[in-house]
């Protein structure tokens, strides 16, 4: 059943429905992959302003921020800005910067991933303050966040860590057809390196080709992803050998170096230094060196953003009080209880539940399967009941900060 509160929730977000689809057309005709979001995050900011939140900024890193509310419960409520790239642009149906209105649809890169919750988020406070004015007893910081597709969570750690905002729940924008989602699999990046002799590729039995000795590590992974885990929820371990690369003098030479790149995806239960460790242990590694991978790159405010290329699993328990208090908001709006599930790919939820421990779900318009498709779209219909259900999140997480706040 549809409460009487989310068919107000509904009807306030109807009528702010021109609103919304206008900037979220805006913001997906400003490129912006990651690094490169200034001109978008510019767009937000007039938004949010507009909107008349207390206080709107953009941080050092270059994430938008506004703060609404001063109560002792701190709710963050996050949407990736960036985008990934468009690739061929005549493999698209639409243009991807267009914005296209057609069948009660919005078409373009960002459609999905995740420029609707940015907007639904911003929109949703909108009617929360009109409506009955925000409970006393919330902060809400919305963030419209900086590269996410490049580096997961980099930009809420530097939120928690640099710029002293510490939540106590998170709700991300990541696309789940207005289902509660409450956990994802996670990932480290590594090398495995090799060293050989060079020589002559006339005498290769004066030298030690690496090529050849990292030949065996690499059917090693192949045979060590078999033997990975399976989470009931979250999906089974896995490995991947994602390239190789050696160093040689010459293609007349025996090469002195190799290193394969590794993508290993964590199920649950599974800790980023167990997963290094497993690939030491592998038969083949000798004296072959395991290394992870560094992020390391410059904002689009300039600023240097560096973190080893490690993204924890994680997963929220379902009886929880923040997916309990998000559900309730959907069942109001929906009149039906949300799916609630995980995604099959990676969010910033690896900063905030995965390394911070801070409680975190997700909700959003959209279907997770269009991300990163050249056929992103999402339904109008979803933005104005997402909208709604981001409207009624505040009160619902407030009746329940007993169970919230440490
Ligand atoms: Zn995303």
Request: overall charge negative; aromatic content about 6%; some cysteine.
């Amino acid at each position: 059943m549809m409460t009487g509160d989310g068919r107000a929730a509904l009807d306030a977000a109807r009528a702010l429905e021109a609103r919304i689809v206008r900037f979220l057309r805006d913001m997906i005709a400003i490129p912006a992959e990651s690094c490169r979001e200034g001109e978008r995050c510019e767009r937000v900011r007039t938004e949010y302003e507009r909107l008349g939140f207390d206080d709107v900024r953009i941080d050092r890193l270059g994430n938008v921020v506004a703060t609404l509310g001063d109560g002792p419960l701190t709710i963050l409520m996050d949407g990736h800005v960036d985008c990934v790239g468009i690739g061929d642009p005549a493999a698209w149906r639409h243009d991807p910067f267009e914005g296209k209105l057609e069948a009660g649809r919005i078409w373009g890169r960002g459609a999905v991933d995740e420029l609707p919750a940015i907007a639904c988020m911003a929109y949703g406070m909108a009617v929360a303050r009109e409506a009955e004015g925000l409970p006393d007893d919330v902060t809400i910081h919305l963030t419209a966040s900086v590269m996410e597709e490049d580096c997961d969570g980099y930009c809420l750690l530097h939120l928690i860590e640099n710029e002293g905002i510490r939540p106590d729940v998170v709700i991300l924008g990541e696309p789940t057809d207005l289902g509660v989602y409450r956990g994802q699999r996670g990932r480290v990046e590594a090398t495995i390196t090799t060293r050989g002799r060079s020589s002559h590729a006339a005498h290769p039995e004066e030298g030690v080709n690496a090529l050849y000795r990292v030949a065996p590590i690499i059917l090693d992974l192949e045979q060590l992803n078999e033997r990975l885990p399976r989470d009931a929820f979250l999906g089974k371990g896995t490995v991947v050998a994602s390239n190789i690369e050696c160093t040689t003098v010459s293609l007349n030479a025996v090469p002195d170096s190799a290193r394969v790149y590794i993508d290993r995806r964590l199920t649950a239960g599974e800790s980023p230094e167990g997963a290094l460790e497993e690939l030491r242990s592998l038969p083949h590694i000798g004296d072959a060196i395991v290394s992870l991978l560094e992020y390391d790159e410059v904002s689009w405010r300039g600023q240097r953003a560096r973190q080893e290329k490690v993204f924890p699993s994680w997963v929220l328990p379902e009886d929880h009080p923040l997916v309990r208090a998000v559900a309730e908001a959907v069942q109001a709006v929906l009149g039906s209880p949300p799916s609630i599930s995980r995604w099959s790919f990676s969010t910033n939820g690896v900063a905030t539940m995965g390394r911070h421990a801070i409680p975190t779900v997700g909700f959003a318009p959209g279907l997770e399967e269009l991300a990163h498709t050249t056929d992103e779209w999402v339904a109008i219909e979803d933005l104005v009941r997402a909208t709604a259900v981001y409207s009624l999140i505040p009160a619902s997480l407030s009746r329940r900060k007993e169970e919230l706040l440490p």
